[in-house]
């Protein structure tokens, strides 16, 4: 799988600058489009009642109060949102479909606008502030995708694994098999891996690039990850 440190680490970045921009933008399309949300909010007095009966003064002061309280619950919903995709991008990396690292980012942020227009739900406003809205956050999502998926590919490094018998002697991390692969993992981690033998003799390990290991005669080691390299078992 890939990796949750730096899905997180891309993620804090990609999310702020998501959930600020799009609440900036409701921010604009509200001031844009007052008098279209003031008449919204008299035809729905029930979103208006704690402010008394259903006067001039009381639909200004409901409206007022979006920017007061509904913006910020709007840009935690949307960070909260926003950050969890950024997790599942980190460790769902590798069997996310594209073939590329912002492919892949871009599905993930598709799929997270996707939740967002069902759960966050949209500031008060007719059909045509909201598919403004709808617009303007699809561009912002792919923004985040093209953020997070430049600091997940800053913050790891891909490593190769191979074998030279891999029908025979396998590399293992955990309980996966990782013979044959490319995986990505957080810069400056460290990885247990262990050959396992399946009639042909362990004899060591080969590495190359930025990718060591802490015994190379021993078939349960530790492998570091200081930059792109490969991992072979011989």
């Given at each position: ?18 959930s600020l921009a799009a ?112 617009a303007l956050e699809t ?96």
């Amino acid at each position: 799988m890939g990796s949750a440190s730096a899905g997180a680490k891309a993620g804090a970045v990609a999310s702020l600058y998501f959930s600020l921009a799009a609440a900036a933008l409701d921010a604009v399309v509200l001031l844009a489009f007052k008098s279209e949300v003031l008449v919204a909010l008299a035809a729905n007095p029930a979103a208006c009642s704690q402010y008394g009966a259903s006067s001039q003064a009381a639909i200004g002061s409901c409206y007022s109060s979006l920017f007061a309280s509904a913006l910020p619950v709007f840009f935690a919903g949307l960070f909260a949102v926003s950050f969890l995709a950024s997790m599942f991008f980190g460790v769902y990396f590798e069997i996310i479909p594209g073939k590329s690292y912002f492919r892949k980012a871009l599905l993930v942020a598709l799929l997270m606008l996707v939740v967002m227009l069902n759960f966050v739900l949209p500031i008060a406003g007719d059909s045509q502030q909201e598919l403004l809205m709808i617009a303007l956050e699809t561009g912002l999502a792919v923004g985040y995708a093209a953020v997070a998926a430049r600091l997940y590919r800053r913050f790891t490094r891909e490593v190769e694994f191979q074998s030279s018998f891999p029908s025979k002697l396998k590399i293992m991390q955990g309980r996966r098999d990782q013979t044959g692969k490319r995986r990505t993992y957080a810069v400056n981690s460290t990885q247990r891996v262990e050959a396992e033998s399946e009639g042909r003799p362990f004899r060591a390990w080969v590495v190359s690039g930025g990718v060591s290991v802490e015994d190379s005669k021993n078939p349960n080691t530790a492998m570091k990850v200081l930059g792109d390299g490969l991992l072979k078992v011989t």
